[in-house]
């Protein structure tokens, strides 16, 4: 089972970045799935997190500027992200949150499978 993470890249505060998690070797359509970030120095942070029937949650950071969503058919997980600031500047992955798990959706304990991540960067 893999996650891929791609789509990141440098771009203007301002700007717009799209990142896809494609999955592989077996279908994540009945998951809930997370996208997290990770700066340098920094602890790993909730980004956004979409269910299995396309509820959507958002860190405070990013609401009203990223937008989760998924496409079941072609197992991926997109992450579209308008309105980019230095401080989104981060590696970012997608995770699936695991079934059972009752602690915060917002906790990255709570998540198994991770992809290798991918870069975002914004400059000022």
């Known amino acids: 089972v893999q996650l891929q993470a791609s789509g990141g890249g440098l771009v203007q505060a301002g700007g717009s970045l799209r990142l896809s998690c494609a999955a592989s070797?077996?279908?994540?359509?009945?998951?809930?799935m997370g996208w997290f970030r990770q700066a340098p120095g920094k602890e790993r942070e909730f980004v956004a997190l979409?269910?299995?029937?396309?509820?959507?949650y958002y860190a405070d950071s990013v609401k009203g500027r990223f937008a989760i969503s998924r496409d079941n058919a072609k197992n991926t997980v997109t992450l579209q992200m308008n309105s980019l600031k230095p401080d989104d500047t981060a590696a970012y992955y997608c995770?699936?949150?695991?079934?059972?798990?009752?602690?915060?959706?917002?906790?990255?304990?709570?998540?198994?499978?991770w992809g290798q991540g991918t870069q975002v960067t914004v400059s000022s």
């Open positions: 070797g077996r279908t994540f359509s009945g998951d809930n």
């Open positions: 995770a699936r949150r695991l079934p059972n798990y009752r602690g915060s959706y917002q906790n990255s304990d709570g998540y198994d499978y």
């Open positions: 979409i269910t299995w029937s396309g509820a959507t």
